[in-house]
């Protein structure tokens, strides 16, 4: 059945609306339903027994049954013998629904309120409880009276205070029709009338009040004449300030914006009437294309403001200084032809917000310093519109119905755009790779693309490639000048200028930093100051758009910011300094980096003589999950800084690094990444070691290498540098280093197929291992050694290790080497026709890999684990399994040959099972 809906008015004429039909009332049950509605929904019948004079209740007890038979719906609520409850839904009263909206309103700011305030007082559609005799709720009225003029005059205050006294005096012109009686909003509509000019309105006003005849406690006529008097003097000395000039100060187009469509179509909203927008502010780094963005917009819409439009640069950030508002505003009236020198005290800004608030004008206040100093000269009436545009972060709107815009950077197809059209498409077309190039380094800066397209203008005969070789970086656009200035590097400069210390040395730190993001708790860590002057400071930048926040505490810097923070680094910091910053950062991420390591139960112990501040915000993953998570967080850094030049002379960190990031590499999969930072590792020196850490230290470069050479089918190199870490561990008398370099020479060479041999590494291991009584290691070899049993034909012998196995995994052994037992057991029982079995271990393969992150090893054992199931006969599991297969497959970061075989294989077996 559907629901009925029940609409009771009382804020207006009295009606009972059901599924929008009007139930007829009588006169008494209308009241009924007001009185307990005023009351929040009960009444007691007593009360209202002594109210009508009925001697008997239950002539009023009968009510909710004559409702009900008139409306069909439940309004009262059964068997109450002492009170009548009303049994509708709290949106169901157009009272209380206006009550909510006010509760709704408390706490919040004057621009948030406003719309909200404005909503609650839609509920009035005309005076309260019309249609009932007053005599029966005259209490009623009055409260309700009172709560309607204390909302219209708190709506009238707020919307003079945000919008302008046009706005303000339609509010109040509205609570006067629907309280014609209230001598208090009368008074502020006629003052209202007199700030707008309107001395007519007061005069009619007071000629309709005159004939009316006069009420107890009313204000005399006297009185109300006499305040008409002043107040039409009022009104027309403000009228004078209603301009008779059209001004016209929008400056022409400088260039064509491109790839703005979306910001147009929000600036669009401000000549939308529907859309409750009255100001915009646009804010963001300067170099952004703020003000090309207002003008261009300014001048397509221009038609619909015809008494004028006004424009002022405030130079929020210019080095003279910014013009004050005073100033502005005094600009503003001359061009509107008001006589601000007969106007003293608050009254100039009063006789300008009539002016533009009264009129169909556009304001563009351009580079104000902040959103808060340019009040007075906003235009926010009913067709007026104010675009601002600041460099400084806008954290709330200016005004009710205002809009924010943070400009970002355009698209490198916007970008390409330009260029194409500074030097024309064919130039552009010639030299695609070097344009696209050329356009990335300038990050989506209207600014530094134009430059750059500039540049190239200059000299047409200069091919694009050779542009690109002198501006293809941040650093080299910041510093530009085919105008002869660096404007982009002078636009930052301002932006820059006020900083304080604290915010320019953590800008500084944050360029040094070389990472896409930096973490906040590792700010005061480098900066060396206090975390409540950081957080001053963090604050401070992003108010200049300066920082950008993202995820996590962290932030990031525009690449022209972190260029243009370099250069004042290098020039204001101490060379010792920035190298200190530097050394911190290192011994942090190495610190770090070894605890993640070792949660990732990597069993790899890195030298311990290079150790952190003791300040450092070091993490304390407790579980792999949590490793694998600052690994993956600061992955980014690590990989730049172990490819920025500015940290080359650090080779202490340069080797270390790579190999506390290696398990992290080999299980998740960026393996060309890890074998070029291993190899550059192989080949640094480490001498600040001893001779024989030194040689353990390359004997286990040599190892890692080798092996994420293998897993990159790289099998020649591999054999290589495993042999060389083998000799190296032997040399030194290394047996633990050895038996790693044989195990892991033992799964190159089962790659390889090679079987005997493999078998035979892998026992050379076992026995170093066992000998060692290091059953994790002598647990890494069993795989190897139960498949090369399997391979040379002697599946009894790998079977008969299996118990064996399973046990030194499971008390010694991380998932990442008890999933690969698993794979070698499940590939063991499938030759030999034992499907539960394969089954059961293809299942605990994949359990073992997906606890230890590893997902290109999950993937190869769901492959696995579904031959298993299709061996078993168990076409829904096997189903299913291909099908996670194909979704994980796709989400690998890399896919090497073996894998994109298998999902060959894979959309072969889906398509066979019509799948």
Known sequence: MDEVCVDLCVLGAVRLLVNGEAVHLEPRQGTVLAIAAVAGGKVGFGELTDRFGVKDPATLRSYGAKLRARSGVELVKKNKRTVLQLAIAQDSVDLWRFRTGLAGCAGLTAARKLPLLRKALECWQGPPLAGLDPRWVSDELAQLRAEGRQAFLELIKLAAEQEGPEAAAGH????????????????????????????????????????????????????????????????????????????????????????????????????????????????????????????????????????????????????????????????????????????????????????????????????????????????????SRTVVTTRAAATSPAVAGARMLNLQPITGEASLTVLREAIGAERTALEPF???????????????????????????????????????????????????????????????????????????????????????????????????????????????????????????????????????????????????????????????????????????????????????????????????????TEHDTLLAVLDSPDFKSFTEYRWRLPLALCCYHTRNGPWPTAELLLASAAEIAKDELDVPVRTRYQAVCHRLLGNIQRKLRKFGAAERNLATSITLAEDVGDPLETANGHQQMGVLLEDREQWAAARHHATVAGGL????????????????????????????RALEREPFAIEVMTRASTPYNRGALHRVLLDCHLRLGNPAEAIAHGEAARACYLESGAPTNEVRALAALARAYEAGGRSEDELRVLRDFVARYHRLRQREPEDQQLHTAVKRRLAALGA
């Open 172 to 383: 109040a012109q509205r609570a006067g029709e629907l309280l014609p009686d209230d001598d208090e909003i009368r008074a502020v509509l006629w003052h209202l009338w007199a700030e707008c000019g309107r001395a007519s309105a007061i005069a009619d006003d007071l000629r309709r009040r005159e004939e009316l005849p006069p009420e107890l406690g009313a204000p005399s006529l006297v009185h109300l004449r006499k305040e008409a008097r002043a107040l039409v003097a009022e009104a027309r000395r403000m009228s004078a300030a209603i301009p008779e000039q059209v001004p016209r100060s929008l400056p022409p187009v400088r260039s064509t914006v491109h790839g703005r469509e979306a910001e147009l179509a929000l600036l669009d909203t401000l000549t939308d009437p529907g859309s409750g927008v009255r100001v915009v502010t646009v804010h963001g780094l300067g170099g952004l294309g703020k003000t090309e963005l207002v003008v261009e917009w300014a001048h397509r819409a221009a038609a619909r403001f015809p008494d004028g439009v006004l424009f002022a640069d405030l130079g929020g950030f210019s080095p003279s200084g910014s013009v004050r508002p005073e100033v502005a505003l005094a600009n503003f009236a001359r061009q509107l032809g008001i006589p601000l020198a007969d106007q003293a005290g608050d009254a100039g800004p009063a006789a300008y917000r009539t002016a533009v608030n009264s009129r169909a004008v556009l304001v563009i206040v351009d580079n104000a310093p902040d959103v808060r100093q340019v009040a007075d000269l906003l235009a926010a009436g009913e067709r």
């Open 434 to 632: 070097a344009a696209v190039r050329l356009m990335a380094a300038c990050g989506g800066f209207p600014l530094a693309v134009r430059l750059v397209a500039a540049q190239a203008r200059l000299n047409p005969t200069v091919e694009l490639a050779d542009l690109l070789t002198r501006l293809g970086t941040a650093a080299a656009v910041l510093g530009a000048k085919p105008e002869g200035e660096p404007a982009l590097h002078n636009s930052l400069a301002l932006s820059y200028a006020p900083l304080s210390a604290e915010a320019a040395l953590v800008l500084q730190v944050a360029a040094l930093h070389p990472g896409p993001e930096i973490a906040l708790e590792v700010i005061p860590f480098l900066t060396r100051l206090p975390v409540s002057s950081v957080r001053d400071a963090v604050d401070e930048l992003l108010r200049g758009n300066l920082l950008i926040p993202v995820a996590g505490r962290r932030f990031r810097l525009h690449d022209l910011v972190r260029a243009f923070a370099r250069e004042r680094a290098d020039e204001e910091l101490p060379v010792e300094e920035v190298h200190a910053v530097r050394e911190l950062l290192l011994g942090w991420l190495l610190a770090a980096a070894r605890l993640s390591d070792r949660a990732l139960r990597s069993g790899r112990e890195l030298p311990d003589d290079l150790v952190a501040a003791d300040d450092a915000p070091l993490p304390a993953p407790a579980k792999e999950d949590d490793g694998r998570q600052w690994f993956e």
């Open 769 to 796: 291992y066992e000998g060692l009584a290091d059953d994790r290691g002598v647990a890494a070899t069993l795989p190897t050694e139960i498949h090369c049993h399997l391979e040379l034909g002697e599946p009894e």
